[in-house]
């Protein structure tokens, strides 16, 4: 058989050389950068101050990987913080995500009580076990990862699936949308016809 590389020291990466390691393989790994672990490594930002450089959250971890690698053995702590994430607003207030889902939902409130009475739950009530989001730029993935994480965190049975925008779709966003609408521009380009039309009635009222 031919030798096994793995493109990628990430998490991911090192998991599967390690099981094709253990299997009897020898994997070879190979990383471009100086460091591995990929999204779950731990860099140090200033002198003193070591922080994830990218994932703050562990997603969905089978205890069977923890057991095979003898993870807590070798020293690895799993730390379940409560609140487990903390979303500051530029006006001061913050976004609570709380492992006590009622202190969660309560803080939801403060920003859409629509939000939260009916978000979760109305995915469950259709039966969903996927929600998907888009992600225009980079910039919208630590967002979106938050959002996921907390929704993972009240329903653990509904999966995030992140799908990249087209290119020529990238600079769009709603609050766009709705400033050229509110001038009486046309839409049509950037929004179904439903949603166009609703955008009609909306500000035709003004």
Excluded: W
């Excluded at 031919?2 to 020898?26: D, M, P, W």
């Excluded at 309560?106 to 992600?135: N, P």
């Excluded at 769009?172 to 009635?201: F, Q």
């Amino acid at each position: 058989m031919s030798r096994v590389v793995v493109i990628g020291a990430g998490h991911n990466g090192l998991t599967a050389a390690f099981y094709l390691a253990r299997a009897g393989l020898k994997p070879l790994v190979l990383e471009r950068r100086q460091t591995v672990g990929g999204a779950a490594s731990t860099e140090e930002i200033a002198p003193g101050f070591r922080v994830p450089s990218l994932a703050h959250a562990i997603g969905p971890l089978r205890s069977s990987i923890v057991s095979d690698m003898r993870l807590e053995s070798r020293g690895v702590t799993f730390i379940r913080p409560n609140p487990r994430l903390v979303a500051l607003a530029a006006s001061g207030g913050a976004l609570v995500f709380a492992v006590d889902h009622a202190r969660t939902a309560e803080s939801i409130r403060r920003f859409s009580s629509r939000d939260a009475d009916r978000y979760i739950d109305f995915c469950q009530t259709l039966g969903a076990r996927v929600i998907v989001r888009g992600l225009r730029a980079a910039t919208d993935f630590e967002y979106e990862l938050q959002i996921a994480h907390a929704n993972a965190d009240l329903r653990p049975q509904i999966d995030t699936i992140f799908m990249p925008t087209r290119t020529k779709h990238g600079f769009v966003s709603a609050s766009l949308v709705r400033e050229i609408a509110s001038h009486g521009g046309d839409v049509s380009r950037y929004a179904p016809a439903v949603v166009c039309e609703a955008l009609t009635k909306k500000f035709a009222k003004k």
